[in-house]
């Protein structure tokens, strides 16, 4: 049975962007805890990257970066080796921010879960790091991140040093914890009065709906 939409409803879309997005930076600026008050929260990371974003009414309110190889993680802890592995079809999760505004309300959870959905279709494991007393960590351990070596500390931008946690994640094993967070989020969310619409599987699903029909011949079984 389909959602039903009312009045109150508003649409919360969900994308994915291989390109840098201006209104990361800004949201970043405003509502990146690790970060507040940097200058600049814009890095060359940023342009080899793929950014899962949510917006409402054309508003920016969420995102994550993916990285594949090589990484900003040993960037920031000043190219000392941390207790994650390394090497191809490697993930790396960094910069989830969500608006303060917006918070509270499980899009964290959305983009996470996608964002591991997303990953698991290149990769093989994924790789981040969490602020020690940071509720959202919470959220990651549910999708299955796993807790490596100690605490360390990072500096996320110039004169900005946060202590977080290293942690781990089979993308192989991850698909149905990730799936079922990704279903909870979007009934979550429509609790809040926020209707989720996937933006790239509805341009997957008009893509295959506008294709033209196959044409088969007698000789193709032959």
Not at 97 to 106: A, L, Q, T
Not at 124 to 148: E, W
Not at 171 to 200: C, F, I, M
Request: with cysteine; net charge neutral; charged share 25%.
């Amino acid at each position: 049975m389909g959602v039903t939409r009312t009045a109150a409803t508003r649409v919360l879309q969900l994308l994915s962007c291989e390109q840098f997005d201006p209104r990361i930076e800004a949201l970043r600026r405003t509502d990146y805890d690790p970060a507040a008050g940097s200058a600049c929260l814009r890095d060359t990371f940023d342009d080899r990257s793929t950014h899962v974003l949510v917006s409402i009414d054309d508003a920016l309110v969420g995102a994550v970066r993916v990285t594949q190889p090589p990484g900003v993680l040993r960037s920031w802890v000043g190219g000392a080796r941390l207790p994650l592995p390394e090497g191809p079809r490697i993930a790396e999760f960094t910069r989830g921010v969500v608006s303060r505004e917006w918070r509270g309300r499980g899009i964290y959870q959305l983009f996470m879960s996608a964002a591991v959905l997303r990953a698991g279709e290149c990769a093989d494991v994924g790789i981040a790091t969490v602020q020690v007393d940071l509720h959202a960590r919470r959220c990651l351990s549910v999708l299955g991140f796993q807790d490596r070596g100690e605490p360390i500390a990072f500096e996320h931008a110039p004169a900005c040093s946060t202590l977080a946690q290293c942690i781990e994640l089979d993308l192989r094993r991850a698909r149905t914890a990730a799936a079922a967070q990704h279903q909870a989020a979007r009934q979550r969310l429509l609790g809040h009065g926020l209707l989720v619409v996937d933006v790239d599987i509805e341009a997957e699903t008009l893509s295959v709906r506008t294709q033209p029909p196959l044409m088969c011949t007698l000789e193709a079984y032959a």
